[in-house]
């Protein structure tokens, strides 16, 4: 994942090249969870779902995209969709 790099990523840029990888595997659940932490830090919450979502179902529970579904479901005002996903990252 390009998202923890120095210096800053372009997340508009690294949003299209994710989408272009999409194209030749739209079944890549690892490509779909990049592309939905990008979305997410570019606020597009419906569509960070979509593919956090995706990606959690085929990758398994894993921490980091609950973290991530937190985030969205409650900027998208799912307050109790986004606490199963908060507890889950937490290991609780």
Same mark, same amino acid.
């Given at each position: 994942? %390009? *998202?923890?790099?120095?210096?800053?990523?372009?997340? !508009?840029?690294? &949003?299209?090249?994710?989408?272009?990888? #999409?194209?030749?595997?739209?079944?890549?659940?690892?490509?779909?969870?990049?592309?939905?932490?990008? %979305? *997410?830090?570019?606020?597009?919450?419906?569509?960070? !779902?979509?593919? &956090?979502?995706?990606?959690?179902?085929? #990758?398994?529970?894993?921490?980091?995209?609950?973290?991530?579904?937190?985030?969205?479901?409650?900027? %998208?005002?799912?307050?109790?969709?986004?606490?199963?996903?908060?507890?889950?990252?937490?290991?609780?």
């Amino acid at each position: 994942v %390009l *998202l923890d790099t120095e210096p800053p990523v372009d997340q !508009v840029r690294a &949003l299209a090249l994710v989408t272009a990888a #999409l194209a030749l595997e739209p079944r890549n659940t690892m490509y779909r969870e990049t592309r939905g932490q990008i %979305l *997410l830090r570019l606020q597009r919450y419906a569509e960070a !779902v979509t593919d &956090l979502e995706y990606a959690l179902n085929g #990758l398994g529970d894993q921490p980091k995209i609950h973290a991530a579904l937190a985030t969205a479901y409650d900027k %998208l005002g799912q307050v109790e969709v986004a606490r199963m996903h908060r507890q889950q990252a937490d290991g609780r």
